[in-house]
């Protein structure tokens, strides 16, 4: 088989869904052979500190991304709207690497952007106004040097507003914004995005350009997979059956008139 570039997002790992764990480990024997793993925001519900003790649950997917890492494969995090308070004390005891929330990544020949992918989604005021505050460098200094217990609470009531909020927003508000997406692939110099946060799992085709878009693991685990041939998606169920969901072959991006 190919060596493989693997990305996902979107888990929320939580003590209350131990089967997406088990999904992530479950792949252990794939993302050992791999070339490279990604994770692209969200890897856990919400984190509130590297300095907070780590949830026994989540503990055995840490240590799996210490066990790639021991075994040579190297693992990118980035953050996510529930995870950026991940920070490098975590990273050095697991051995993963932080990326910054764009980068551009060379995936066999092609410059590809990878972004957790809520800064896209500009149609959502409140959420943008809210990511703002949140991602300040002087609320995320304060944040950290609260109290555990009322950062718990903090984390907990900004969980119970959001549920509340998403619920009784239009779902097209919490897509990503057309053109934001292709003012930020242009300023990047990019044809091909990688993204996750908004869970519709595809590969879109748009004005010369290609999205991939990761999907969240609440029913089964989901995956993008690179290889020296092109892009796919998956759907990984936990009986172990697999579902493509959306193939894209190199060139992502046919020429012109092709
Ligand atoms: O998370 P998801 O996918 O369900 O919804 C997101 C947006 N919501 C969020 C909030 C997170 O879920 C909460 C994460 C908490 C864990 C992080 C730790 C924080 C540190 C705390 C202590 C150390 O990101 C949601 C989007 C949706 O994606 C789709 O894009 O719509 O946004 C909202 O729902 C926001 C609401 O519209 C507005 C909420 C107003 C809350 C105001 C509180 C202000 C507090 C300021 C604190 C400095």
Redesign the pocket.
Known sequence: MAQETLFLADLHLREQAPEVTRRLLALEPRLAKAQAVYILG?LVE????DDAPIDPDLLPAFALLQRLNEAGVPVYLQHG?????IGPRLARRFGFRLLSEEVVVDLYGQPVALAHG?QL?TD?L??Q???R??RHPI?RFI??H?PLGL?RK??AG??E???K??GH?DAGI?DVNPDTVTTFMQRLGVKVLIHG??HRPAIHHEDGRLRAVLGDWEDGAVLLCATADGLRLERIEDAGTTTVLAEATWPLIPPAGA
């Open positions: 969200d919400a984190w509130i500190g709207n529930r995870d950026f308070l809520d989604c959502d409140a959420y106004r809210l990511r505050r949140l609320t944040l950290q609260l950062r903090l984390a900004l969980r507003r959001s549920r909020a998403t927003k919490m946060h908004t």
